[in-house]
């Protein structure tokens, strides 16, 4: 079956850095999404990857790892805004979104 | 308005009633998607149009009823739903119904409760 795993709650220190893991297990693989969603609103889009490797968009970073089925999102310099949820989704063969439970992320001061 | 909108933003029924939860999107998207959020689970996605036509139904229980009128605008009609329908529902668009690197919008979500 397709299968989305991600930690579901972590805490981080203002200013500091964190690593949100996602594995992932899909029948074809189209890209990894990841989107950020605060408490009652809308999940908002922060990065795709499709090809092995970093992307870096300013303090936000997407990492993927086909072979492994892999992917971790890592945020720097951590502000207390950064509290939210984030969702990681795979895209597989059929184009179609699995998506992972989230990781709530709680920011201290 | 711009993105995606959704209305009511919260509302609470009893198993007996009928309501209608509605989506505009203002992007000129192709695709529109209903999904299921509850608490601690994956986003189950529930229906997907592509041009005012259904592509997508995941098994949903017949007692949500989609209607899509044009390609701007989504309808989830609700009627002798259950306690655990409540969640939280989420409308998004994308530009196509499949294909790689297909970001899609959501809106604000609709907060069900059913009493």
């Known amino acids: 079956g397709q299968n989305i795993d991600q930690p579901t709650e972590m805490t981080a220190t203002e200013g500091a850095i964190v690593q949100i893991n996602c594995t992932y297990q899909?029948?074809?693989?189209?890209?990894l999404f990841w989107y950020q969603q605060h408490a009652g609103e809308a999940p908002t889009f922060l990065s795709y990857n499709v090809l092995d490797g970093l992307e870096e968009k300013g303090r936000f970073s997407s990492f993927l790892s086909r072979s492994k089925g892999y992917s971790y999102l890592l945020l720097k310099e951590l502000q207390m805004k950064d509290s939210a949820s984030y969702l990681c989704a795979a895209m597989d063969s059929n184009y179609q979104l699995i998506w992972g439970a989230g990781t709530k992320l709680i920011i201290k001061p | 308005e711009t993105g995606v909108t959704q209305t009511p933003r919260h509302l609470v029924m009893g198993m007996t009633n009928k309501k209608s939860l509605k989506c505009e999107q203002h992007?000129?998207?192709?695709?529109m998607y209903w999904y299921k959020q509850s608490a601690k689970k994956p986003l189950e996605l529930m229906f997907v149009?592509?041009?005012?036509?259904?592509?997508e139904n995941n098994s949903v229980p017949s007692r949500f009823s989609p209607e899509c009128p044009n390609s701007s605008h989504l309808f989830l009609h609700l009627h002798t739903l259950q306690p655990e329908d409540s969640a939280l529902y989420l409308c998004?668009?994308?530009?196509?119904?499949?294909?790689?690197?297909?970001?899609?919008?959501f809106g604000p979500g609709t907060r069900l409760t059913v009493l």
């Open positions: 149009y592509s041009l005012e036509e259904r592509v």
């Open positions: 998004a668009s994308s530009q196509e119904p499949s294909g790689a690197y297909n970001e899609q919008f």
């Open positions: 992007l000129g998207h192709n695709a």
């Open positions: 899909t029948s074809g693989f189209n890209g």
